[in-house]
């Protein structure tokens, strides 16, 4: 077999077949992935420079000053990049150790066989995040160069340190695939190894890279279902994306179709704890590397699981303007939450101290009890603020605790004369900008940047002595 790749390493494995083997007869027909994904298509794909430049422009002058003025990335820890809202849309790959998660991307984009697949075993093998993207030419990238790079969306990855940095690699590649989506291989879970023997935070890292993905794949086997400590970790993670979660039970051919049955529900009775939605995550049966099904097993079942996989990927790829367009909002709507709270805590405080008080006193109780000052329940009160959409109160305990409540000022100072105020910036872009934006996307018309330029995409302003 050809070398392989495995964290820009250099792996050679040699096998022995017999003259008379013909080796090439056992590869599957790929042909459907490139007629599900389109790629034997000549149609380039949809530009979308001016709606990104849009888009990003409106986070930068309605958004981010607000996340700025009330430090929301210290709270969530998400802070956006121009290369994340550039970004071609993020595939996840998680699961155990040796599942066939580096066997499923080397088969999506034909490498098996070749001397750029990912190294493959029955061990656990990846020891490393692997980003697979596109480039001119095939070449590895190290970690500490993909964070060094501000173009890139992975630059706030720096702050997990040095050790994992060393456990980041970048394998480019030119691939039609590879031109409208990102591949990302993870070590599989080890449910016996502690997350301080990798060396750095995995679990932070692994809800970093799931926070900004648009579709995860958990890859299981049949003979690796059971549920440990860590497994349930990750599954917590994931709460509130079971949307762009779909389950993957690999290696399907391995069994018997009565086998299959037994062994499906006993992934679902696994799983139902840790999945605590009214719909469960889409599963996928197949097996998803590049040689021909085990005989006498489902081989059309598999091959249409597979094209159902597929077109759950390709409509990924389709809607890429719209989930990032979405994916803005919905972080818009969380920062309008955070500064409207902050602005109550803000309040509160002032209104409950006096000449007499202790500050820190005052703090303390509104802390340790902000239902008692309705500090929340108010919140409620606001338009487009849902319950579901409101932070953990444990959460400001600590964010007060590193930053003085005395540090931050009320949204009603927070205006000036030429730039407005902040609070209305942030309502106009998820009321109106974003909306108006996305419509535009989804008529096919590409927005212009001029034609907000004067109103700031709102409505003209109307001039009093003019009689109508």
Same mark, same amino acid.
């Given at each position: 077999m050809p070398p392989s790749f495995s964290g820009g390493k250099l792996y050679i494995s040699i096998c022995i077949f017999d003259e008379d083997e013909d080796v090439t007869s056992v590869l599957r027909d790929r042909s459907h992935i490139d007629e599900t994904l389109r790629l034997a298509s000549e149609q380039k794909a949809k530009d979308y420079a001016a709606a990104l430049e849009r888009l990003r422009k409106i986070y930068h002058t309605s958004i981010r000053p607000m996340e700025q003025a009330y430090k929301y990335n210290e709270l969530r820890q998400h802070e956006i990049s121009d290369g994340e809202i550039t970004s071609k849309p993020m595939v996840l790959f998680l699961g155990p150790w040796s599942v066939g998660k580096s066997s499923m991307i080397n088969y999506l984009l034909g490498l098996s066989d070749s001397p750029y697949q990912l190294y493959t075993g029955a061990e656990p $093998?990846?020891? !490393?995040?692997? &980003?697979?993207?596109?480039?001119?030419? *095939? #070449?590895?990238? !190290?970690?500490? &160069?993909?964070?060094?790079?501000?173009?890139?969306?992975?630059?706030?990855?720096? =702050?997990?340190?040095?050790?994992?940095?060393?456990? +980041? *690699?970048?394998?480019?590649? @030119?691939?039609?695939?590879?031109? #409208? &989506? %990102?591949?990302?291989?993870? @070590?599989?879970?080890?449910?016996?190894?502690?997350?301080?023997?990798?060396?750095?935070?995995?679990?932070?890292?692994?809800?970093?890279? *799931?926070d900004r993905a648009d579709l995860i794949f958990v890859v299981f086997d049949p003979t690796k279902l059971d549920v440990g400590l860590e497994l349930e970790m990750l599954f917590r993670q994931l709460k509130g994306r079971e949307s762009q979660i779909r389950i993957i039970l690999n290696k399907a051919d391995n069994l018997a179709t009565q086998d299959l049955m037994r062994v499906y529900g006993a992934l679902f009775w696994s799983l139902a704890p840790l999945i605590n939605v009214t719909e469960p995550p889409r599963v996928y049966v197949s097996s998803f590397w590049p040689y021909d099904y085990a005989p006498d097993t489902s081989r059309d079942l598999f091959k249409k699981e597979e094209i159902s996989l597929l077109e759950d990927l390709n409509q990924v790829i389709?809607? /890429?303007?719209?989930? =990032?367009?979405?994916?803005?909002?919905?972080?818009?709507?969380?920062? /309008? *939450?955070?500064? +409207?709270?902050?602005? #109550?805590? &803000?309040? $509160?405080?002032?209104?409950?101290?006096?000449?007499?008080?202790?500050?820190e006193l005052v703090f303390k109780e509104i802390v340790d009890d902000p239902d008692k000052f309705y500090i929340f329940k108010s919140i409620l009160a606001k338009t487009n603020v849902s319950k579901f959409d409101l932070p953990n109160r444990d959460a400001y305990r600590d964010f007060f605790g590193i930053n003085q409540i005395t540090s931050f000022k009320p949204l009603s100072a927070q205006c000036s004369y030429i730039g407005g105020c902040l609070l209305d910036k942030i309502e106009k872009a998820i009321t109106n900008?974003?909306?108006?934006?996305?419509?535009?996307?989804?008529?096919? =018309?590409? @927005?212009?940047?001029?034609?907000?330029?004067? %109103?700031?995409?709102?409505?003209?302003?109307?001039? /009093?002595?003019?009689?109508n």
């Open positions: $093998t990846t020891s !490393e995040f692997t &980003v697979i993207m596109h480039g001119e030419k *095939i #070449r590895s990238v !190290e970690g500490i &160069v993909m964070a060094a790079d501000s173009s890139r969306s992975f630059s706030p990855l720096e =702050k997990f340190g040095q050790n994992f940095l060393e456990k +980041l *690699i970048g394998i480019e590649m @030119p691939h039609k695939l590879l031109e #409208r &989506v %990102t591949f990302v291989d993870t @070590p599989g879970i080890i449910e016996n190894r502690k997350q301080q023997e990798r060396g750095y935070p995995f679990n932070d890292v692994c809800q970093w890279f *799931i389709e809607n /890429r303007m719209e989930n =990032k367009i979405a994916f803005i909002r919905q972080h818009g709507i969380r920062v /309008r *939450i955070h500064a +409207l709270l902050v602005d #109550r805590y &803000v309040q $509160t405080f002032k209104e409950k101290m006096s000449f007499f008080s202790d500050p900008e974003l909306p108006a934006l996305l419509s535009s996307i989804n008529s096919g =018309k590409q @927005p212009g940047l001029s034609s907000c330029e004067a %109103t700031g995409c709102g409505e003209k302003p109307k001039n /009093r002595y003019r009689k």
